[in-house]
Antibody
């Protein structure tokens, strides 16, 4: 069974940093592209970042470019998102998502990031 | 950046057909994917690549895409279909989601 479990969310101060992790299991992790998608409370889905299976290709949404860094450790079956220079607009639930045959076919439960002083 | 436009809400009577649109410039030239998100739940893909239905998704769900509009059609709407629906496309270097449409079953 495919499982994606996010962690690392919490309260951060404006201008602060957080590192999100996603532990993957139930599939051959290095064979799949992965994404982070976020959702502010009561709002819609916003794609944040993409990483290829090898980690060689990375894309970011314009809203996070230069502040967030996606990475993966295929030996540890883990996906990461480093969040820097956080602002209130970054407050959201962050989902770890697998890109499979049916696109975003598996989602984690999400980890909540709250940016507030 | 590429914009996708969805109606904020669609209402349909129980058992009738719901149509949720997703507008974008020449969206017919892109692959469109649709997700259903229930309250407090993670999204689930209901249609991918315009018309493809993943295993486990009822045949009542179908998709089409042409010109500047993609459409998710749900036939014989049930109470359990009440949710928010999002369309999605790849824009060359980014994924783009529509703003989402809340489907209300009357």
């Amino acid at each position: 069974e495919v499982q994606l479990v996010e962690s690392g969310g919490g309260l951060a101060q404006p201008g602060g940093s957080l590192r999100l992790s996603c532990a993957a299991s139930g599939f051959t992790f290095n064979s799949f592209e992965m994404d982070w998608v976020r959702q502010a409370p009561g709002k819609g889905l916003e794609w944040v970042s993409y990483i290829s299976g090898s980690g060689s290709t990375i894309y970011y949404a314009d809203s996070v470019k230069g502040r967030f860094t996606i990475s993966r450790d295929n030996a540890k079956n883990s996906l990461y998102l480093q969040l820097n220079s956080l602002g209130a607009e970054d407050s959201a639930t962050y989902y770890c998502v697998r890109e499979g045959p049916t696109l975003f076919d598996h989602w984690g439960r999400g980890t909540l990031v709250t940016v507030s002083s | 950046s590429y914009d996708l436009t969805q109606p904020l809400s669609v209402s349909v009577a129980l058992g009738q057909t719901a149509r949720i649109t997703c507008g974008g410039n020449n969206i017919g030239g892109k692959n469109v994917h649709w997700y259903q998100q229930g309250p407090g739940q993670a999204p689930v893909v209901v249609i991918h690549r315009d018309t493809q239905r993943p295993s486990g998704i009822p045949e009542r769900f179908s998709g089409s895409n042409s010109g500047n509009t993609a459409t998710l059609t749900i036939r014989g709407v049930q109470v359990g279909d009440e949710a928010k629906y999002y369309c999605q496309v790849w824009d060359g270097s980014s994924w783009v989601f529509g703003g989402g449409t809340h489907l209300t079953v009357l």
